[in-house]
């Protein structure tokens, strides 16, 4: 949201932000909780999720560092829609809510880039509704490297290209909707088949390949 602002509205937003820092397991804010501030994450990774009163848990996305976590709060007032947990130690920079407003009443750029990164956001949600309730298990696991890359590399993925295991499979099959094993058996079959190359923390990516498996709906 902010990459394409000029020199002063860019110091604005750093003379408004404050730095935050949130130990792992700790609690960034609950869904139901009033929210007046976003925060763009620095170092560190937050799970985002949301928990039945069973004790069922659907993660709604991992966010990494570079990314910003309860944009929502800040344009409509209203409490949380989810649930935020540091994965790990995280850094941040928070801004408020009054903040962000005064920025954007001196800079209308602000407020054109908050509405494109609000509609990637409602894409980015549409394609993995898209990817749990129409593809298979195989293809979902395809579309999610696929994402990862495109996240790091933008339109142009390299052949070869590499990604830090990030997520556990127990964290990966949350986000993707299925369970633990067979999360594990897809993965097997794709180091099996050339798709996926274990480097010791590292996958090296078979785009070809991994873009076959994403577009098979069957």
Known sequence: MFAGLDGAALDAVAAAAQARRWGPGEVLFQRGDPGDWLVALETGRV???????????LVLRQAEAGEMLGELAVFDAQPRSADATAAGPVTGWVLTRR????????HPGLSEAALAHLCAM????TGQLESIALYQLRARVARFFLFALGQLHGDDIPEGARIAHGLNQGELAALLGASRPKV????????????????GGVWACDLALLRAEAAADD
């Open 184 to 199: 594990n058996r897809v993965l097997q079959d794709f180091r099996d088949e050339g798709v996926l190359r274990d480097e």
């Open 99 to 106: 903040g962000f407003r005064q920025i954007a009443a001196a």
């Open 47 to 57: 799970k985002v999720s949301l928990l039945t009163a069973s004790g069922r848990e």
């Open 122 to 125: 409602l894409r980015g949600t």
